[in-house]
């Protein structure tokens, strides 16, 4: 989520107020649910009237003057881009998608695997969008606690990395920042979601809010993804990927387990 909230705030200084002058699909696969041409077709002079997030996926607020909105939503899945360039900008690598705006600019989105999506939803208020209306809360909003926290994992079966990694029980927290967070909270990855207690809801729900914070302050993690400008994230997790590195608490060796699959990197002896 860092990473998409980090391009939600480019795209938003960016686009917001733009008109869409220009649509060319490079890679049709990246449209798993709408005709390319009547992708193209809809898309084709509206003006972007806001950018918003949920969880992970982008939602590019769209309408032709006081008409009743529509949205535009991308989800960057694992290898997905969004880059803005001046309009002579050459065929990039991988490129999937390039949308001109009225600025002069274009949006090029590349993605090598092609496992992102781009479609249109007719919701006006994208909350409602079909692919986020049952998510969970966002750590990020006021509101967010521990009660809230804790409200989601009554009677949610499974251990607790797993139930963080379930967007409808929390939205936007994926591998990295589910690490980190339980590792700040001190709260083992293995514990049974529905057996934390109150204090330790508490301790999570403040972790996972200010572990997301300090991560869209530097712009996300580390490693392949850049911003819109081609800027690469500078956050730089406690435990994350580091097995057999010193805790950096107690300076015991971190272990990595699997848990639902994902790898997980945790200190046995800091973490109950």
Sequence with gaps: MPEVETLRRGLAKATSGQHITAIRIADERILKRVDPGK??????????????????????????GVSSSFHLVVHLNMKGSVRLFTSDVPMQKYECVRVGLSSGAVLVYADMWTWGDWHLDDASDYRLVSDVASMGPEPLDEGWSGAVLAS??????????????????VAGVGNIYADESLFAAGVSPKRQASALDVAECDALATSIAETLESAVCCGGSRGEYVDLDGNPGTYEPKVYGGKGKPCPRCGGPLTKVSIGGRGTTYCPVCQH
């Design 152 to 169: 989601r994992l009554v009677g949610k079966r499974g251990l607790i990395k797993t139930v963080l990694l379930d967007q409808k029980v």
């Design 39 to 64: 992708f193209v077709e809809r898309l084709n002079g509206v003006a972007v009237k806001a950018v918003n997030r949920r969880g992970k996926f982008l939602l590019f607020e769209l309408g032709h």
